[in-house]
Each structure stands twice: as C-alpha cells, then as structure tokens.
C-alpha cells in the first residue's frame, strides 16, 4: 500500500507545481519537462558516515525525492546507471564573497582625518555597518559560478567584506539556469563582524585592534539601550542588528589571537560566534578548544621559502619557517581535539587549488571523513540548513557530484555537479583513459610516446631512440592533439579522436611541409602507476614550543623550591653580604644565613648578588597595538586586548632582569586606553601575562603628542595645551554626572570610556600621565584636585625637577628617563639630575624605559642616577625595583627581597648597577624564565632547526614543489608615537 502511494505522489508532483506556478510565460510553452531522473548502482554518501552501497538516487524539479537501495523509480524517470562510480553531497563554502561587489576604497583626499561620521541616522561610527544586506548588492556570476562548481561546490554563502559590522550574507546556489528566485536560498544567511575598518569609509575611529574591540563591545551595549526604548530617534544600524540576532553569528577573525578575542567579545554579550580562523590555531590549541567555538578553516598553506640563497635565508624567522612545516597539520590538530570547523576557499589563490590542500592536508592526517564533514555537512549545519544542502536526503536541494570513484583519491575524476537538479559536465563520463606506451612510425621516423599523469590530464613524453623531443599534448572530450618539432623545419602536427576499448590511436598528420597523411599511436604496453606506498609516508614536523617562535620553551617553567646560597642580598633596603636566601612554593620563604634547603635546589650564589627583578613603570613591548588616535578620549580601549606573548621582547627583557612592566597606551590624545600589568612569564598566554589582581591603571599624555604638533592634523581638538586642559575638564564633569546618576539606581546607558573615567573619580583606577613641561604639570594637578583624586604618576617628567616640591605635597609619583634631554623641543630644559631632585624632595622616582631596547638594560640606567645626582647604590636600585613597585601600587607583593613577597628575583654574574652585570637566573614566583646556561643551547637549538627546515625547503624545491621568495617578517617595535 506505501508503495501505491509513493508512486501516486510522484505522478502527483507535477501538477502541484504548475498549480503553484504564477507567472506568466510569453517566449514559450508553459509546460515544463516534470519527469524524474534516477542515478543507480552507486555508491552514494548521503552524508560523509552515511554511505549506501549499489544505492539509487532519485531526484526531480531540482530536489530529492528519495535515495536508498530499495527505491521505485517512477516510469517517466530518466535512468543513469552509475554502476562503478560514487555520489557526493556537493560541497558548501560559508565564507564568499561570490556575486558580492568589493566596495571601492575611499579617497583619502586632505591632510585631516575624518573624525565623525559621513551617515545620518546610523550608528555613530561609519565603520558599523549591519544595516548591509549582501542581497541588495548581489549580481549572479556565471563564470566564478563554473570555477566554483569544477572544485566540487554546490552553494556558496556570500557578504560584504568591509567593515566591522558588515550586514547579513545570502546563500547561493550555483545554478546557471535557475532564476534568483530559485538560487538564492537565504536572503539573510548570517551576520558577519570582523575587526578590520572599511576600507570604503573614512572616519578614523577605530584605529587599532584594542580600539575595534571597544568599539564591538560598546555596540552591544548601545544596542541593549536602544532595545529597552530609551532612544527617542531612530537608528537604522541598531534596528538591523537587533533585527538579525537570531541569525549565525560568523566573525572573521583571521588568527589564532584574533579567535580568542572574538570568542571573549561573545562571551561577554552571551553569542556564540562562528569564527574564522587562520590556519594558525594548532598553535594555541587548547584555548581555541576552550572557546566552543565552531570554526571556519582557510587551507592557505604557505609554500616554501626558496632558501638557496643562504643570505636571503638569514631573513626568514624561525617561525615562519616552522609555520610553512607545521600548517599542514592544522586541520588534523583540530579534529583531533574535537574542535568542529568548516572548510572555505578564502585565501586561496583559485578554487582550483583547494583539492591540492585538501590532499596535503590528508597526507598530515586529516582523516578522509573529517575533510568531507567540513565540506558538507558541518557548512550546512552552522548556516541551519542541514535539511536544504550538505547531505542527500529526501526534500533537500538535488546538490549532488558524480565521481570516478573516493572523491579525496589522488587519481578520482569529478565527472558531473549537479545544482538543483541542473547538470554541469565536468568531465565526459566518457572519457577515455589513453596512458601507456605507444610507437608512432611518420615520415620515416619512429617515435616513442609514454602517455602518464591522470585519466583526464595525461602527460606526453616524446623520443626518438634515446633522445628526448620536446612536444605538446591536449586531451579533451576524447580528441588528442600531438605536435612535436621537426629535426630541420616545422613541426608534425597530429589530431585523432580517440575511440573506446582500442590499442591503437588513428587520426591526421600534417607533416612539417604541409602535407596530410594518416598517422597511428600504436600501444605497446599498458600505463603502471609507481609503486609508492604513500599511506606510510609521513611528514615530518618540528616540535611546537611556548610561545611558537625561536627561543621558545618545549616545556613551560615549572615552580619549584630554590634555595640560594652566599649571595650579596639586595633587599631593597640594604645590602646583606654573603647571605643565603630560601624560595619556596612561588614566595620568599626565609633570608639570612647557613639556611637548610630542606629538599630545595641549592644554587651557589657565592661572587654573585641577588636582587628583586626589575620593574619597568612605562614599557611598550609585548603588544600589537600602541595607540587608539581615533578619539580624544580613548579610555575605553584596553591594553590587555592586544597583548602579544610571541614578542622576542618579552625574552629580552627576562635576560635583563626585568620581571613586570606596566604596558601602556601611546601619547595619540590626552586620555589615552587602560594600561596592562604584565608579568614576563615567557611561553604563557596573553592572559597568563597579566599581573593577577594588580590595580588599575590609565595613560593619560600631555604636550605636543596630544594636540598633534607634528603630526599634519588639524580637524581634531584640541590644537593646543590649553583646549587640552578643557578636555580633562569636560571629560571629568561627564564622568562625574554619569557616575551620579548610574549610583541614583536610574536607568542609564552603560558606556566604557564613562565608565573608566568614573572609576578614577571613585579612587578605584590610577593616572599614569605622559608629561614635559612644568606648566602642563602643575596644571594636571590642579585638574586632579578640582575634582578631588590624586594623580599617581608623572611619567617621562622631564621638567619634574622645576616642580619636585608641589608634586611631594600633591603625593604623585615621577617616572623618567636616566639622561635623556634635548630629543625634541618640549625637552630642551631637561637635566640629568632631573630624577635626584625629585627624590631629594620626597618624590617616589622610577627609572623607565618607553624603548624595547633600553628596558633591558634598565639596570645600568639606574646606575646613572649615582653619577648624576650622588645617589647612594640602594637608593638607586631602588628606581628600577621597589620606587616603581610603589607606584604601580604592588610594593606589597614585589620589588624587594622580603620574606612573603612573591619571588620575582633576579641573579647577577656581577655588581647590578655595572654595565659588565649579566643576568643568569630571572625567576617569577619561583620559576626560572631565563637561564644563562639555557640560553646558550638554545641558541644552538635554534641554529639546527634552521637548518633542519631549511633543507627540507630545498628538498621540497628539488622535488617540485612550489617556493616564494624569502620575506623578512620584523616585528614593528613602539614607542609612545607610534600609530
């Protein structure tokens, strides 16, 4: 009886889709061709686990209709048989900017940017953009269409690659025949985000990563209040993201940092994004795990670097060179780990090359079942359209590919992809497979041609007794075209169609003097692949270590219970000669003498002295970003967002002592972003660096930075020291009228940078604050006193000597340079006694660097302060170690070698304040970050392992494949200016 019903619905489908057919047709017949198509005997995967032997696929008016081994094929059906071949779901790309046209980049005509927005009833910031529908903009391409559909891809998800909110995307079918009624399947697919601006907008906010992520967070923020109706006006930007919510979340991150940031913007607004990756994840796997994020793949393997040239090779980094030998591995690593993605063609070069990737990455482990989920079915998953495309189930769109056999093997043929039930030949089902050995006797002359390569791209080598001959060969649709030269003139120029189940090849000669004869391939043996076991052969990988660079650790530091023996003890308040001092558990156990090391490692000290490890109060190193210019105000923005724990820097300093530094914000603008408390613990995450529980820090800046000077803007106020004294004002009053109303318990819309502000008003967040000349500074300070807070630290203070006294009596603190003056005008009344005046008045002085360089020395650089002031030793130490401790407001914790402090300790080879001290042990909480010792093998660690990968490059060059030209990839270092 089911079958009865089966078959009377079939021949019922037709006609309730003409009942449903509406429109009006005037260049034909209305009648539509209704009939079924039945594909048989193949091997079908309705999905990648799903697979029916011998199985018969049924499909009509572009959907299936039913797919099993036991199914009744309706008498009107066009019949296939297939017997041999396999069928696949057709592949899914979410992340496309097919049809889609790239905005065009702005002019950036004039000498200003642009601080505000060009829009009227959008959001605020330009660069904020959901009310964009790709759909709106969508032009159907049959050409990229036809590339798209040769790699396998049945449906592409498409949206404007611009911006920071970039509007929703649409799904496509690749169906040349179908109307856009019928290809688009979704309108609104999805909702895209990254951090990067538009290119086709001017406006200058954001511009950094730390400045887009604040701008993300504000959005949500603004877009709950707007939510909640407390916004009389109407913002259309708001209206659409509100509106589109329920929609995939698909953030384009691009990198292994970019994915956690991301993750951590959704955490905290409750999305789960679906994230775009960069191929690099497999080197911070376990927090990418953590995320539960699924994730979208690029397959943009590097190629080799071409090292022949041992020069050039000296400027490739170590990690570059481990990147291109482990990127392969990046999907296996991923899979393995139990992190879902997705595969997409961004960033390749043509979509022709994803099956290469795809079979490299294999060759890495990715196993065959895991490459086809991220094709189809997760794809389909992530978009919620598991019942439309990704698999072949009854109802879903006749998205299907006709294969000679596995569809990820070496040699298989794509012969057909069929979208919504349209067929595109890839490759005739009828090709011929023509490789093995032939003779070819013409003109006299005998000829030996090897036919190789793949069945439907076979390569011709050509000889003539043992020399070989240069020729030329194509092969399509069964006809061959053969030319090769003539030894004294012209070239034979053969063409012959190629029939089925024939050793012999027949077909035209044109002869070098034009004439025409009738020529024959004759096959003298059939073609042998190579036996080559390539199901053993595995690549070989280089050891991951912490952080992924050169210098990186393949086991981060363990703590453990140290006990030094008969050092000269800097304490931070004395000088204790010959003294022993006991680390246990991360702290300070015991100072003093013949201590027991009751199961400690013993280090003799003995000629050595021991200090607590050098803070650095103003430091730039260990961050992607310096400054957010875009405002201003940037106190919204946070240094911890762009934390960098690969930079070499961070190695730097730990071999200069230094064990905490306080990153801060850039001079761009008077208040500038939250400052990030780092501890230097190499080989850790972004969070592990973070100081746990420190207090809160801003950068604010005075002097010419601030009102641009130098900088040809001219659009932003303030333009002069006194508009910047208004700034503090204006900021401080908003804050202080926010924060009164936010304590009332009225309603009130949350902003970051209000937020901040108010936090210092309340005593809860300290003022860091770039500063010069004297008039600036005591205007600060009456700024600060006008709304009752203290500024806690006047860093750079070049002129801090002219106002040592009313900084004492205000309580702030002075961090500056050892001799530096005369660099730029605002500091040509600088000395360098600068910084024992301001100690001599009761000033709290930190020796700072603001330089990647000069922070690793900062040893030598408060030795400076005993020639230029007579400071005593201790009280000198003191500016790179507890005075900085003190105004960072962590004295309690570091800076001194006190019992219950935190073991952040330093070992010197000599006197600390000489330029002839090395550090030999740096430790933090007890574990040693650097080892003198250590470091020199791992120099020699990192000089074979170049070596290592540096041949496996020029056996990849000898062996074919392909190679770029080296490229030096240097990290920019910052300064207080840098943009």
Same mark, same amino acid.
């Given at each position: 009886?089911?079958?009865?019903?089966?078959?009377?619905?079939?021949?019922?489908?037709?006609?309730?889709?003409?009942?449903?057919?509406?429109?009006?047709?005037?260049?034909?017949?209305?009648?539509?061709?209704?009939?079924?198509?039945?594909?048989?005997?193949?091997?079908?995967?309705?999905?990648?686990?799903?697979?029916?032997?011998?199985?018969?696929?049924?499909i009509q008016n572009g959907k299936v209709v039913q797919v099993g081994k036991s199914v009744s094929i309706p008498k009107n059906a066009v019949v296939q048989d297939l017997d041999g071949k396999s069928i696949y779901p057709s592949f899914v790309d979410i992340f496309s900017n097919f049809g889609v046209k790239t905005?065009?980049?702005?002019?950036?005509?004039?000498?200003?940017?642009?601080?505000?927005?060009?829009?009227?009833?959008?959001?605020?910031?330009?660069?904020?953009?959901?009310?964009?529908?790709?759909?709106?903009?969508?032009?159907?391409?049959?050409?990229?269409?036809?590339?798209?559909?040769?790699?396998?891809?049945?449906?592409?998800?498409?949206?404007?690659?611009?911006?920071?909110?970039?509007?929703?995307?649409?799904?496509?079918?690749?169906?040349?025949?179908?109307?856009?009624?019928?290809?688009?399947?979704?309108?609104?697919?999805?909702?895209?985000?990254?951090?990067?601006?538009?290119?086709?907008?001017?406006?200058?906010?954001?511009?950094?990563?730390?400045?887009?992520?604040?701008?993300?967070?504000?959005?949500?923020?603004?877009?709950?209040?707007?939510?909640?109706?407390?916004?009389?006006?109407?913002?259309?930007?708001?209206?659409?993201?509100?509106?589109?919510?329920?929609?995939?979340?698909?953030?384009?991150?691009?990198?292994?940092?970019?994915?956690?940031?991301?993750?951590?913007?959704?955490?905290?607004?409750?999305?789960?994004?679906?994230?775009?990756?960069?191929?690099?994840?497999?080197?911070?796997?376990?927090?990418?795990?953590?995320?539960?994020?699924?994730?979208?793949?690029?397959?943009?393997?590097?190629?080799?670097?071409?090292?022949?040239?041992?020069?050039?090779?000296?400027?490739?980094?170590?990690?570059?060179?481990?990147?291109?030998?482990?990127?392969?591995?990046?999907?296996?690593?991923?899979?393995?780990?139990?992190?879902?993605?997705?595969?997409?063609?961004?960033?390749?070069?043509?979509?022709?090359?994803?099956?290469?990737?795809?079979?490299?990455?294999?060759?890495?482990?990715?196993?065959?079942?895991?490459?086809?989920?991220?094709?189809?079915?997760?794809?389909?998953?992530?978009?919620?359209?598991?019942?439309?495309?990704?698999?072949?189930?009854?109802?879903?769109?006749?998205?299907?590919?006709?294969?000679?056999?596995?569809?990820?093997?070496?040699?298989?043929?794509?012969?057909?992809?069929?979208?919504?039930?349209?067929?595109?030949?890839?490759?005739?089902?009828?090709?011929?497979?023509?490789?093995?050995?032939?003779?070819?006797?013409?003109?006299?002359?005998?000829?030996?041609?090897?036919?190789?390569?793949?069945?439907?791209?076979?390569?011709?080598?050509?000889?003539?007794?043992?020399?070989?001959?240069?020729?030329?060969?194509?092969?399509?649709?069964?006809?061959?075209?053969?030319?090769?030269?003539?030894?004294?003139?012209?070239?034979?120029?053969?063409?012959?169609?190629?029939?089925?189940?024939?050793?012999?090849?027949?077909?035209?000669?044109?002869?070098?003097?034009?004439?025409?004869?009738?020529?024959?391939?004759?096959?003298?043996?059939?073609?042998?692949?190579?036996?080559?076991?390539?199901?053993?052969?595995?690549?070989?990988?280089?050891?991951?270590?912490?952080?992924?660079?050169?210098?990186?650790?393949?086991?981060?530091?363990?703590?453990?219970?140290?006990?030094?023996?008969?050092?000269?003890?800097?304490?931070?308040?004395?000088?204790?000669?010959?003294?022993?001092?006991?680390?246990?558990?991360?702290?300070?156990?015991?100072?003093?003498?013949?201590?027991?090391?009751?199961? @400690?490692?013993?280090? $003799? /000290?003995?000629? %050595?002295?021991?200090?607590?490890?050098?803070? #650095? *109060?103003?430091?730039?190193?260990? +961050?992607?970003?310096?400054?957010?210019?875009?405002?201003?105000?940037?106190?919204?923005?946070?240094?911890?967002?762009?934390?960098?724990?690969?930079?070499?820097?961070?190695?730097?300093?730990?071999?200069?002592?230094?064990?905490?530094?306080?990153?801060?914000?850039?001079?761009?603008?008077?208040?500038?972003?939250?400052?990030?408390?780092?501890?230097?613990?190499?080989?850790?995450?972004?969070?592990?660096?973070?100081?746990?529980?420190?207090?809160?820090?801003?950068?604010?800046?005075?002097?010419?930075?601030?009102?641009?000077?130098?900088?040809?803007?001219?659009?932003?106020?303030?333009?002069?020291?006194?508009?910047?004294?208004?700034?503090?004002?204006?900021?401080?009053?908003? @804050?202080?009228?926010? $924060? /009164?109303?936010? %304590?009332?318990?009225?309603?009130?819309?949350? #902003? *970051?940078?209000?937020?901040?502000? +108010?936090?210092?008003?309340?005593?809860?967040?300290?003022?860091?604050?770039?500063?010069?000349?004297?008039?600036?500074?005591?205007?600060?300070?009456?700024?600060?006193?006008?709304?009752?807070?203290?500024?806690?630290?006047?860093?750079?203070?070049?002129?801090?000597?002219?106002?040592?006294?009313?900084?004492?009596?205000?309580?702030?603190?002075?961090?500056?340079?050892?001799?530096?003056?005369?660099?730029?005008?605002?500091?040509?009344?600088?000395?360098?006694?600068?910084?024992?005046?301001?100690?001599?008045?009761?000033?709290?002085?930190?020796?700072?660097?603001?330089?990647?360089?000069?922070?690793?020395?900062?040893?030598?650089?408060?030795?400076?302060?005993?020639?230029?002031?007579?400071?005593?030793?201790?009280?000198?130490? %003191?500016?790179?170690?507890?005075?900085?401790?003190?105004?960072?407001?962590?004295?309690?914790?570091?800076?001194?070698?006190?019992?219950?402090?935190?073991?952040?300790?330093?070992?010197?080879?000599?006197?600390?304040?000489?330029?002839?001290?090395?550090?030999?042990?740096?430790?933090?909480?007890?574990?040693?970050?650097?080892?003198?010792?250590?470091?020199?093998?791992?120099?020699?660690?990192?000089?074979?392992?170049?070596?290592?990968?540096?041949?496996?490059?020029?056996?990849?060059?000898?062996?074919?494949?392909?190679?770029?030209?080296?490229?030096?990839?240097?990290?920019?270092?910052?300064?207080?200016?840098?943009?």
């Amino acid at each position: 009886m089911k079958i009865k019903l089966l078959a009377l619905s079939f021949l019922l489908g037709g006609i309730s889709l003409f009942a449903q057919d509406y429109f009006p047709k005037n260049d034909g017949v209305k009648t539509k061709n209704n009939n079924y198509t039945a594909f048989t005997n193949a091997k079908i995967y309705m999905t990648p686990t799903q697979v029916i032997e011998k199985g018969t696929l049924l499909i009509q008016n572009g959907k299936v209709v039913q797919v099993g081994k036991s199914v009744s094929i309706p008498k009107n059906a066009v019949v296939q048989d297939l017997d041999g071949k396999s069928i696949y779901p057709s592949f899914v790309d979410i992340f496309s900017n097919f049809g889609v046209k790239t905005p065009e980049r702005a002019n950036n005509a004039g000498r200003s940017a642009q601080y505000g927005p060009e829009r009227e009833g959008f959001y605020w910031n330009d660069h904020i953009m959901p009310e964009n529908n790709a759909v709106s903009s969508f032009s159907y391409d049959s050409k990229k269409a036809e590339e798209l559909r040769k790699a396998g891809f049945g449906a592409v998800n498409a949206h404007i690659q611009d911006g920071i909110a970039r509007g929703t995307g649409l799904l496509v079918a690749l169906n040349d025949e179908g109307s856009e009624a019928q290809r688009i399947l979704s309108d609104k697919s999805g909702q895209y985000f990254s951090f990067e601006k538009s290119v086709a907008k001017r406006q200058s906010y954001p511009g950094s990563l730390m400045g887009a992520m604040a701008l993300m967070r504000q959005l949500y923020y603004d877009l709950d209040w707007y939510s909640k109706g407390n916004v009389d006006t109407k913002d259309r930007s708001l209206e659409a993201l509100a509106a589109n919510k329920g929609l995939t979340q698909i953030f384009a991150a691009g990198d292994n940092g970019n994915v956690l940031r991301a993750d951590k913007i959704g955490d905290l607004f409750g999305i789960q994004y679906t994230i775009l990756g960069g191929g690099d994840e497999y080197e911070r796997i376990d927090d990418i795990k953590a995320t539960n994020a699924k994730l979208i793949l690029p397959l943009n393997f590097p190629d080799a670097f071409d090292v022949s040239n041992p020069y050039q090779a000296e400027y490739i980094a170590l990690k570059d060179m481990r990147h291109w030998n482990l990127a392969p591995s990046n999907p296996k690593v991923l899979a393995d780990n139990g992190v879902e993605f997705s595969i997409t063609l961004h960033e390749l070069k043509s979509p022709s090359d994803l099956k290469e990737k795809l079979m490299k990455a294999i060759t890495y482990g990715l196993s065959k079942t895991k490459a086809l989920e991220a094709l189809t079915t997760v794809p389909a998953s992530i978009l919620g359209m598991s019942g439309q495309i990704g698999s072949l189930q009854t109802g879903s769109q006749a998205n299907f590919l006709i294969t000679s056999g596995e569809i990820f093997d070496e040699n298989t043929i794509l012969y057909e992809n069929w979208v919504q039930g349209t067929k595109d030949i890839i490759q005739s089902m009828d090709l011929v497979d023509i490789r093995g050995n032939y003779d070819l006797n013409v003109n006299g002359n005998t000829y030996t041609v090897s036919l190789t390569g793949s069945i439907d791209k076979p390569k011709a080598e050509l000889k003539k007794g043992d020399d070989k001959v240069d020729s030329k060969m194509d092969f399509s649709d069964n006809w061959l075209n053969l030319s090769f030269p003539d030894d004294n003139m012209g070239s034979y120029r053969m063409i012959a169609r190629v029939e089925p189940a024939s050793n012999t090849i027949s077909g035209k000669m044109v002869l070098p003097n034009g004439n025409e004869t009738m020529a024959n391939l004759t096959k003298t043996s059939p073609f042998e692949e190579k036996s080559e076991d390539k199901s053993t052969e595995k690549p070989e990988l280089v050891a991951l270590s912490y952080p992924n660079v050169g210098f990186g650790y393949k086991e981060k530091p363990k703590q453990e219970n140290i006990l030094f023996k008969n050092a000269t003890v800097w304490t931070g308040e004395a000088i204790l000669e010959n003294t022993d001092v006991l680390i246990k558990n991360g702290k300070i156990d015991k100072v003093g003498k013949d201590l027991r090391a009751g199961g @400690a490692t013993v280090v $003799d /000290a003995t000629g %050595k002295h021991l200090t607590a490890g050098v803070i #650095d *109060e103003h430091s730039h190193i260990a +961050a992607l970003a310096i400054n957010e210019g875009g405002h201003n105000s940037s106190a919204e923005v946070r240094m911890k967002d762009v934390i960098d724990p690969t930079d070499m820097d961070i190695y730097r300093n730990l071999a200069g002592g230094v064990t905490t530094i306080q990153l801060l914000h850039g001079s761009a603008n008077p208040i500038g972003g939250r400052s990030a408390i780092l501890r230097l613990k190499w080989g850790e995450n972004a969070d592990g660096l973070v100081f746990p529980n420190a207090p809160k820090f801003i950068k604010f800046a005075l002097g010419e930075n601030v009102k641009q000077s130098n900088w040809n803007s001219f659009s932003r106020f303030p333009q002069t020291r006194m508009g910047v004294e208004q700034v503090y004002t204006d900021y401080f009053q908003r @804050a202080k009228e926010y $924060d /009164a109303k936010k %304590k009332s318990g009225k309603p009130f819309r949350y #902003d *970051e940078e209000m937020e901040t502000l +108010a936090e210092i008003l309340n005593g809860e967040r300290f003022i860091s604050c770039h500063s010069y000349v004297q008039s600036e500074i005591n205007m600060m300070m009456k700024v600060a006193e006008k709304f009752n807070f203290r500024m806690n630290t006047f860093t750079h203070i070049l002129e801090g000597y002219k106002v040592a006294d009313k900084m004492a009596e205000h309580g702030v603190g002075g961090s500056t340079f050892s001799d530096w003056w005369a660099y730029k005008y605002e500091v040509n009344d600088a000395i360098p006694y600068n910084a024992a005046i301001m100690a001599s008045q009761g000033v709290t002085v930190a020796i700072n660097s603001d330089d990647a360089e000069m922070s690793r020395r900062l040893n030598q650089e408060a030795g400076k302060t005993v020639k230029y002031g007579d400071m005593s030793e201790i009280e000198a130490w %003191k500016m790179v170690t507890l005075n900085p401790a003190k105004l960072l407001h962590l004295d309690d914790r570091v800076g001194s070698i006190q019992e219950g402090k935190e073991a952040d300790m330093v070992l010197w080879s000599d006197h600390p304040l000489s330029v002839y001290a090395k550090a030999e042990k740096t430790l933090i909480e007890g574990k040693v970050y650097f080892d003198l010792e250590k470091d020199q093998m791992l120099r020699e660690s990192v000089k074979k392992e170049r070596n290592q990968l540096i041949g496996m490059m020029l056996n990849e060059k000898k062996n074919g494949g392909k190679t770029r030209t080296p490229v030096q990839n240097k990290k920019e270092r910052f300064e207080c200016e840098t943009l």
